[in-house]
């Protein structure tokens, strides 16, 4: 029989504080749960899983009734967790031994015992709640009727929500926790979950099951479900203490996307037979997951005491990853930002203590002044110095210090360094579900809230800003709380984080604090985060999944006392070594929302001196255009109610202006909101397709377009549109009649100036080459004199006329096979073998191609002379320290025209080539490091070709013409003389040398 409670609450119909309401609720009992009902909702609850959720206010259903629960709950921890038994125990710590585990989809889990179909069920509806409990548990192999899962289900009287709260109760001891399953998803469903900075949930990912802490990986105990178009549930708990061990599940399998919400009692569990360790919250939004988490910070703010903070850590702009404070340092963060705004940076120095980075962590102290006796070399400030000097700089600057880890490299030796060694060995955690209950595993990070140990680190962070001048101080490591096998020591680890970073910041006032990764816990004290990067917590699989699917989740927590910003060794060009993992870090950046954060520490490149920022382009020119618009105009994220589907990031500066990085069906856009009607567009990046139309600007240093669009492009690699920029005035095209760019192919390399192009086409690797043909078309105002494909005259080759039958630009290149390379020379020598205005340097990135700086900056140092031995001497001086490049050096050569000899260029090339093409095709060569190479080049008289020259920096190269005279000559001589060696050779083997050996005295 059907039981049904109608209950009148009082609820805020959303996160914002707007006039009560009355909303009427209801709880209906059913065969093997609850259903429960507001004008919001309907949720279902059945054999201990949450089955069904509508949202009434988009009228639609997030849960998958279709599912089969028997596939899902012996793979989903869910119901009591227990480690009794030795299956069990080993169970347990496979899967809870790592702040983040990843495990097969069909893995079993006989610490996991969930609700058997055939185990009593006993509903009891009482003021307003429905106590849900079942008897009789199974780990999917063995039954225990005698244990028993408890949901109690009620509606909060404020809000409206759906509260939920677990309880598991054994005979046996051993009972750690309890866990909450919501299986499975709608296909259409995702999740914004705040794990690890924030990423998206499909049921798409790869099959497995995935575990994450809280607060070390799953950064909040919450997440959201978003609706199909509009739309969310979230889904929280209300730890106002912070106390207690949490993790997040999720399964991907055949059933879709489920997840389960863990809890658990203080270790040690050995004697516990029960657990409820705190509740769990869901409630409906009609507009976006924004709104959820607007409600989840209100509760937040009100409830658990956040330390103050100044105005100024809440406009900070820009993360600097740099090395210590001596002015050399500040220096770049000055140029790059031409001495404005600079309050708006934050540089974190990693070296400022006089111990080596990461070593012997019993010695705070940071580094002393160095006098000099050398009248060449200055005496040098300590750290406390320097600081004056960013102090009148305005640019703030973090003490780097590692409070969760101890390098023991040396003997302790004063008293400070004896205490916090010993506080060290205090504060080390032992992890729960080891055989060793002592043992500390590669895990088991400090406690912060060992009393000991954080009153000697705390010490040292208040010296270093109250005492030595530091703006603040990044935390290193500090997010990690693993679980303690001792118990509470005081507090449990996630409490004493929040302690200690408490402490930090009210200790100080005024002061700033960073930390490696910013969570529900550190952000007590913390304001800023630094960004996770792609590298740490996650098998291949899910790093694509954070970099292809980030959101901007846990920056909407952190809002608005903490920003995350950009991890600097993938987030800026110098560092990442490779522009495809560089922008994995702007995508991470983009759709986190994220500020920006570079590692300035290239200082010939950032202060402009190697090349002048107006000559940047391509991914350089966008790290300073992010970077400057962030602080000349000082943005910070903000969050919508109604965040847009098609926005990955919302941005507001100093003046009110609203900025937002978009979604396209191209890739992302950088728009700033000039009026309700107009934007201006400050990048935009092209990534998954072939070609572009949409869009404004151009694609430095490419050079094939059709009219109105970019084409060419390779689909699995990312471009960068400036909007200034306009397409050149020579550039190639496709050439097929349709609507397509080129068909089969795209673009790996490509240049056009007065003088000469080059095409490099390649198959498409997305179409498989299975035409194998293309066409291109050149567009020039200067018509070639001769175009080659691959080295050969082209045969195919027309000018195209208009439809009046008069002559056009474009000049078509039919049935051209891929891969093919492609040369047009327009003008070349008169008569000589070269000169500078047929010479051009490109500097591109290693992967990619892609030019990282104008051309003509380069192309206007190179000189061509004669040298003393009347050889033709081309130099072309490049030098970018630091910088993941390749250097192009191309030349139009001709031989010379009288008579009719044929012969060939000697080019003598000092050392350092790692390629040579001729008309763009590839030619052999013995390469030799740091020796030179002589390459030889056969000519017709007056012939003219194309060289390229590719280096890891400038090209040093000589020409010299050899008629066929002369090569008859001294191929004669060299004859000659390789036969006078192989007749010594000969010799040699037939009588060989004779030998004088002194003999040895007799012996006594």
């Not at 609850?45 to 949202?55: E, H, L, P």
């Not at 600079?342 to 705070?364: C, G, K, W, Y």
């Not at 000659?976 to 050779?985: F, R």
């Amino acid at each position: 029989m059907l039981k049904t409670i109608p209950i009148l609450i009082v609820a805020a119909l959303t996160a914002l504080v707007e006039p009560a309401q009355a909303v009427e609720s209801k709880l209906t009992q059913t065969d093997r749960g609850v259903v429960v009902e507001t004008d919001r909702y309907k949720a279902e609850i059945r054999s201990g899983v949450v089955v069904a959720f509508f949202n009434k206010l988009t009228n639609e259903e997030y849960l998958d009734a279709s599912a089969d629960m028997t596939k899902v709950l012996p793979h989903l921890p869910t119901g009591l967790g227990t480690q009794n038994g030795e299956a069990a125990f080993k169970a347990a710590g496979k899967l809870f031994d790592c702040p983040w585990n990843d495990h097969e989809a069909a893995s079993q889990w006989p610490n996991q015992h969930y609700v058997a179909d055939s185990g009593k069920f006993i509903c009891e509806l009482k003021d307003g709640k429905a106590v849900l409990m079942y008897q009789g548990l199974t780990d999917g192999t063995t039954k225990f009727d005698d244990e028993s899962y408890t949901l109690t289900v009620e509606v909060d009287k404020e809000f409206g929500d759906l509260v939920v709260t677990p309880a598991v109760a054994s005979p046996r001891k051993g009972v750690y926790g309890c866990a909450l399953a919501v299986a499975s998803l709608q296909p259409v469903i995702t999740i914004e979950a705040p794990i690890f900075d924030g990423m998206q949930l499909d049921c798409s990912m790869t099959p497995g099951l995935r575990a994450n802490a809280w607060p070390g990986f799953w950064d909040y105990g919450f997440l959201a479900m978003n609706g199909r178009r509009v739309g969310a549930v979230g889904v929280w708990c209300q730890d106002a203490e912070l106390k207690v061990y949490k993790h997040l599940c999720y399964l991907v399998n055949d059933q879709g996307l489920s997840f389960s919400l863990s809890a658990m009692n203080a270790p040690p569990f050995d004697e516990y037979t029960r657990s409820a360790p705190l509740s769990w919250r869901f409630q409906a939004y009609d507009k976006s997951w924004s709104q959820a988490v607007a409600r989840f910070r209100q509760w937040r703010n009100k409830n658990i005491k956040l330390p103050e903070r100044s105005a100024w850590t809440q406009q900070l702009a820009f993360m600097n990853h740099s090395v210590d404070a001596r002015s050399g340092w500040l220096a770049p963060v000055k140029s790059y930002f031409e001495n404005r705004h600079l309050e708006r940076t934050v540089t974190f120095a990693s070296v400022i203590r006089r111990q080596p980075f990461d070593r012997f962590h019993a010695d705070n102290t940071p580094y002393q002044p160095v006098e000099s006796t050398d009248p060449k070399k200055p005496s040098l400030g300590g750290f406390r110095e320097n600081m004056i000097e960013w102090k009148a700089s305005g640019a703030k600057l973090m003490a780097y210090l590692q409070p969760m880890i101890f390098v023991i490299s040396a003997e302790a030796r004063t008293d400070r360094e004896k205490a916090g060694l010993a506080a060290h060995y205090l504060a080390e955690t032992r992890s729960p579900f080891q055989s060793d209950p002592n043992r500390c595993a590669v895990h088991d990070q400090h406690h912060l809230g060992e009393p000991v140990w954080q009153r000697w680190f705390l010490d040292w962070v208040k010296e270093y800003i109250q005492s030595y001048g530091s703006d603040g101080v990044y935390h290193d490591q500090s997010y990690h709380c693993p679980m303690d096998n001792r118990g509470t020591i005081g507090t449990t680890s996630p409490q004493g984080m929040a302690e200690y970073f408490a402490k930090a910041q009210s200790e100080s006032p005024g002061s700033l604090h960073g930390t490696e990764h910013m969570n529900e816990v550190n952000a007590l004290g913390a304001s800023l985060g630094l960004g996770s990067g792609v590298l740490w917590g996650s098998p291949s699989c899910i790093r694509h999944q954070r970099i292809n699917h980030a959101s901007p989740i846990s920056n909407a927590l952190h809002y608005e006392r903490g920003a995350i910003f950009g991890f600097p060794h993938y987030s800026d060009f110098a560092n990442a070594g490779l522009s495809t993992r560089y922008h994995w870090g702007i995508d991470l950046m983009e759709k986190r929302g994220d500020l920006p954060g570079q590692s300035l520490q290239n200082r010939a490149l950032y202060s402009g001196g190697v090349v002048p920022f107006e000559r940047w382009q391509n991914e350089l020119w966008l790290d300073r255009v992010r970077a400057t618009t962030f602080v000349w105009e000082g943005l910070r994220q903000v969050f919508p109610e109604n965040f847009a589907r098609n926005v990955y990031s919302y941005y507001r500066d100093a003046s009110g202006r609203d900025y937002r990085i978009e979604k396209m069906p191209w890739g992302s856009r950088f728009i700033r909101q000039d009026s309700s009607n107009s934007f201006t567009t400050l990048y935009a990046r092209l990534h998954g397709v072939a070609e572009v139309t949409d869009f404004d600007g151009a694609v430095a240093g490419w050079y094939c377009y059709k009219p109105g669009a970019i084409v060419g492009l390779h689909p699995d690699r990312y471009y960068i549109v400036d909007p200034g920029l306009k397409r050149p005035a020579a550039y190639w095209s496709s050439g097929h009649w349709s609507a397509f760019g080129l068909r089969e192919s795209y673009v790996e390399d490509a240049f056009a100036n007065s003088t000469f192009a080059y095409l490099k086409i390649r198959p498409n690797p997305r179409i498989g080459a299975v035409l194998s043909y293309d066409s291109v078309v050149l567009h020039s105002p200067i018509p070639p004199k001769k175009v080659l494909v691959g080295g050969r005259l082209a045969n195919s080759f027309t000018r195209i006329k208009d439809a009046n039958g008069k002559d056009t630009d474009d000049y078509r290149i039919n049935e051209i096979r891929t891969p093919s390379d492609i040369v047009a020379i327009f003008d070349e020598p008169t008569d000589a073998v070269t000169s500078k205005e047929f010479a051009l340097t490109r500097v591109v990135s290693s992967d990619t191609q892609t030019e990282m700086f104008d051309p003509a900056f380069f192309t206007d140092q190179i000189t061509v002379a004669l040298d003393k031995t009347g050889r033709t001497r081309l130099h072309s001086p490049v030098s970018v320290p630091m910088v993941p490049k390749r250097t192009q050096t191309h030349v139009v050569v001709k031989a010379p025209a009288e008579g009719t000899q044929s012969g060939r260029m000697l080019i003598t090339v000092a050392g350092g080539l790692s390629g040579f093409e001729v008309n763009a095709v590839p030619r052999a060569f013995a390469f030799e490091p740091r020796k030179p190479q002589v390459l030889a080049l056969p000519l017709a008289a007056g012939e003219s070709a194309l060289l390229s020259f590719y280096a890891d920096s400038g090209v040093d190269c000589a020409f010299e013409w050899q008629t066929a005279e002369q090569i008859k000559v001294e191929d004669a001589a060299l004859a000659e003389a390789l036969k006078m060696v192989a007749a010594q050779k000969a010799a040699d083997a037939v009588t060989p040398k004779q030998v004088h050996v002194t003999p040895k005295p007799a012996s006594k």
